[in-house]
């Protein structure tokens, strides 16, 4: 559905249409040199198409704003440019990223916005922006940065809480509770992988606009989206740096799980090694042979028991020392 469709000239808002007929008042309204801003939010086929007629926008871009999941890119299509965003937001609860996907159509004269899942709304950005005029003058470009901005700032919040879960699973790795976090392990691998299909092609588009290689971004904001781009390529490194950790700690895990099962193994083989010493000695000398000298022996039993306990002492201590109890 249409969220919002307002008309912007001279760096304030004219007015706005919240149905389907707005779009038509809005793209005659593109030719008296002011812009258009259309906000959708999970449209049908057929609430877009009509859109998608009044500002003659491409097949192939319309097919993929309608059914999202695109990866992050920006093309361009005649005088229309095409950019896909990842949204992103983190459930601490749950340890899992909802990733959702905002695709902006911008062209001579109007700006389209259409939204798919709910991470990184945008009624403040609008807000936001209408309150800088100044930026507003320079066209849909700067409507397309407040969003991009929007977009890359929600990625913050969202590798802080996979950090935080990163550091706790280190903890647990090598602290003394002998639990194995191997299946968290991989889902926060998962959630970092997400992360990396949001930040690392996004890049290369960025670039692009900073650089003013595109007609559509007037030459005051190109300073605006070089310093988003500094921010998504921090964001990169930093998905790089928590998938480098997490195959770190993935391996620790790995080794640790290893030395304790070497550890039970010794335990185990050495308790094996001191109750065989009794066994064998009890084993020999309860055969029932006639002539037996220790059966002569007034004292033979409780020095059969010394005989087994210093033997299995010496063993422990033994073992003991060579840390394997």
Known sequence: MIVDCAIYENGERKEGDLDLHGASKASRACETGSFVWIGLRDPTSDEFDAVAREFYLHELAVEDAVKAHQRPKIEEY?????????????????????VGEINLFAGRGF?????????????????????????????????????IDRVVDDYEPVLAGIEDDIEEVEEQVFSDLRVSPTERIYKLKREVLSMHRATAPLIEP?????EGNYSHVHDDIRDYFRDIYDHVARANDTVDSMREMLNGV???????????????MRKISAWVAIAAVPTLLAGIWGMNFKDMPELSLSFGYPVALLVILSVCLFLYRTFKKAGWL
């Open 111 to 147: 700006i389209i916005s259409v939204r798919h899942g709910d991470p990184s709304p945008l009624g403040d950005v609008r807000h936001q922006i209408e309150s800088r005029p100044d930026l507003l003058r320079c066209g849909q470009g700067a409507v397309m940065h407040a969003i």
């Open 250 to 264: 993935l391996d620790a895990n790995t080794a640790q799980v290893s030395v304790r099962q070497n550890e039970d």
């Open 206 to 210: 960025l670039q692009a606009l900073s």
């Open 78 to 98: 005649d005088d229309t440019l095409f950019v896909v965003l990842k949204t992103a937001k983190y459930h601490d609860d749950s340890e899992t990223v909802e």
